[in-house]
């Protein structure tokens, strides 16, 4: 996928362990806490974080008192990560700040965590509109594409919290799965 612009796609998987790719090519993400700040600010879209945010997400309530400068260096090391070719003072397209505010900006489907609500979502309009088996297929596509253990390697509150959505998410997909194809089953066993 390429998104147009002279730079490669960037592709970003919070579904296990927290990982991203920029045209196929694996990126060195570093150390746990810095994953953890790509995550967030994935995960946060447009929103994004304040320095202050970051911090009590990733140290909770008694951060060391090198955490801010900590922080500063995380979004410094995945800048130079997500955007190798960027020259010194210029603008950033990728990771930003924004106000006081860091925004990673994605675009549709550079996400997992965003293809993954968006293939449910098509899966229960199918199924609104009578497609058993089709919404059956993208049920089990989002399915095969997630992980049961979303941020897998990544520490902190934040991480904590949103991995019990996202698990959560998931098991709300995958019964309605099972749903769709047990009905599927039925109406197509009544029909022989």
Known sequence: MHDGSTRPALSIQVSGPVRAWSGGRALPLGWPRQRAVLA?????????????ELVDAL?????????SNNV??????????????????SPEE?????????????????LDATEFT?????????????????????????LEQSSPFPLADVPGLFAEQVRAGLVEQRLA??????????RWAAVSTSRS
């Open 94 to 110: 990728i990771l930003a700040l924004d106000g006081a505010r860091y925004v990673l900006r994605l675009h549709p489907g550079q």
């Open 40 to 52: 967030m600010l994935a995960l946060r879209g447009s929103h994004g974080a304040a320095k202050r």
């Open 173 to 182: 997909a995958y019964e309605r799965w099972t749903e769709t194809l047990l």
């Open 118 to 142: 968006d293939r449910v979502i098509r899966a229960n309009t199918l199924l609104a509109d009578g497609d058993r088996a089709g919404a059956a297929d993208l049920f089990g596509i989002a």
């Open 72 to 89: 500063h260096s995380y979004v410094a090391n995945l800048r130079r990560i997500l955007e190798p070719d960027r020259r010194r003072r």
């Open 59 to 67: 140290w909770g309530a008694e951060p060391p008192a090198s955490a």
